[in-house]
């Protein structure tokens, strides 16, 4: 089963092409694979890179049987990029579009990197000075998706048994615990979070982005809106 993987909820393009074996609960296997550490040119890049994966890896379009797409979270922009390519992509070939957790994808990965079962921390950088985070417990996510300042996330974890963090190298060295070598959503990661539906060909649902906040636009609009209210009180 081919799969065609991306991810751009991070300042990485991710994206490429694994086998995901139907009779086999082993993990996929990568026959291509692109990362682009560039966040303001997520949709310069990305349908070149899907071209290349696809080239090199001797799949045709045809070959595929799904699309498997990170939806977040992370900021609006970049994300949107991706799951808009992802959709349109599977749209236009009839192919299943499942949806996974980006953080997710970064978890797993850590996990096929050999990490041993037990508490893991994943953080992604959500800029405006805080972080997107999740953890695990032997693989299976306990709590996160969510967003918060760093220094908040350091305080409310300090108790809790962390044995590993994960994602953003700057911001997992915060939390004084061994630091993993998964720092972005892999191809490999997003095909194993989806390989559930993917193996027993369970009918996706709607791809959502995980955003955890509104956009600037929303806000601004939201600003301008109590800006008029007040103004009508006043006369």
Known sequence: MWVLAIDTATDSVVTGVACLRPDDSGAPEVAAERVVSDGRRHA??????????????????????????GCGPGPFTGLRVGMATGAAF?????????????????????????????????VTDARRREVYWARYVDGRRVSGPEVVAP??????????????????????????????TATVPSVAGLVAAASDELRTGAHPEPLVPLYLRRPDAVESKGRRLSAGQNTEVRR
């Open 90 to 122: 599977a749209d236009a070939l009839g192919l299943p579009a499942y949806g996974v957790c980006s953080l997710d994808a970064v978890a797993g990965q850590e996990l096929m990197d050999g990490a041993a079962d037990g508490s893991m921390l994943v």
């Open 151 to 180: 220094a908040r996330l350091v305080d409310d974890l300090a108790s809790t048994p962390i044995d590993l963090v994960a994602g953003s190298p700057a911001h997992a060295e915060l939390f004084g615990r061994a630091v993993g």
């Open 44 to 69: 310069e890049v990305l349908t070149t890179l899907i071209a290349e994966v696809l080239t090199e890896s001797g799949v045709a379009r045809t070959d595929l049987a799904a699309v498997v797409v």
